[in-house]
């Protein structure tokens, strides 16, 4: 993989930035094409079966199959027909993009990179017999699994699932959730309060909700006025990713309509009455009615759950019963050998988003095509990330790191001197600006080309 060029401390900004960003925009494809010309050992005839069609399972399917050749015999199996990106769907909420925009179809896969897609879901997996069981009665074997199935849910705060499908949608899974939530925001008139919790990390997307917020609130002023209102109570002692900027967006850019709340305990929501109780970070109660409510659910790998399919095939050993351990050389299952898992399910450290999971479906796709030819993994690999986030319905900031194998606590890392002196925290734009939000629709539109095209 290659790395980014990023800004240097010190460097003349917008010259540093201008050539940081070309490279972000390109930086996927040259990554590829790096890695596509490394030489390797010839793989025998083989089977690998990836479960799940999102940015990681897409990605690995594709890239086994660029790298792999003919010899390898790559099967698809995902639920759905179309995949629907949840990244960009927080601009949904005002309008500013379609739910349909965001919908990719994975044809490319199959009659470009000649990936076979079984229109199923699985039920179960046989890890001794290098098998599983598809929703549609069939059986495929493997010699791999690569198992990339994202998130769900767990009913939190007093709310049953009814609740988030009906009347408080968490909207964090794009899709029917997305349109009931921006049904509801279009509702709110002058003086109504719209209240968005956030759950304890890690979640899906750590930029996303402070992002939500802030697209919420913008598109509140441009309805209302400084008569809207957008309350955050943030389970997290403090804002998880992008401080610097959303701290700003917050404090200057929406002042007076976001009210940003801390380390919340004891969250309780009704959805009949929009009464919402907490505990504040000095511990005394607080309470709220609000006329809309998103809360963000906790999250988990989906399958997770006692009695569920990854449960069942053992995948699921992180201390706290949600995720699956992996290897970061390989991302094989640290509890199950030849089972692979990737994206948001896997425990890995680094942020469950969604240009991190199309570079594990790289790492592990190069990763299991050196285990079947009979080596072992890239013994340092390096990852990737950007990120942009829409602060207003025209401007944005990004985020961007690049990690790096760390064999002594085999863990990834961020890089020495990631654009910072300290190199421990990823780098934030200086500015919240229109040509941020231009370079988004690049970095978007690259990112989903090069995980599905
Ligand atoms: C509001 C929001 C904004 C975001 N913005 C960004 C952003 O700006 N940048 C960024 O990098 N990330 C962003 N993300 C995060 C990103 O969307 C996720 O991290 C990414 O989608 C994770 O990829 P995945 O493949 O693990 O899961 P998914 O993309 O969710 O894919 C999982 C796939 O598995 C399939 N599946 C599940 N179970 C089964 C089964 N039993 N059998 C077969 N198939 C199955 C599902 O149908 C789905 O297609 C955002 C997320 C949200 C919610």
Redesign the pocket.
Known sequence: MSELQLPLPGAPRSKARRRWLGAMGLGLAGGLLGAGLVARAAVPPSRVVV???????ATAAKYLRLWGGAQVQVTL????AR?T??????LVLGGARSLASLEFERRSLVERHGVEIRQ???QSIDPAGHSLLCSDGSRLAWDRLIV????DFDPAYGLTAEDYALRTPHA???GAQTELLRARIAALAAGDTFVLTIPKAPY??PP?PYE?ACLVADHLKSRLGSAARVLVLDENDAIQAEPETFGHAFDVVHAGVIDYRPGVRALQIDAATGRVAWTDALGAAQSVTAQAINPIAPQRA??SRPGE?LERAGLIDSADGRWAGVDLLSYESTAVPGVHV????AQTGLP??????NQEGKTCADAVLRLLAGGSPDPAPVLNSA???PITAGTASWLTAVYQYDPASRTMRIAAGNGRTDGARPTESARIDAENFRRMGTWFDTLMADSFG
């Open positions: 479960v799940g069609g999102g940015m990681a399972g199996v995902e639920g759905s995949y990106s949840h990244i960009m769907s927080n199923a879901t699985v990339a199935p994202g998130v964090w899974q794009a899906r997307c996303g939500r989906r399958g399919w990737i994206g948001d399910a469950k988003a969604g240009h991190i999971a990120c942009y986030s």
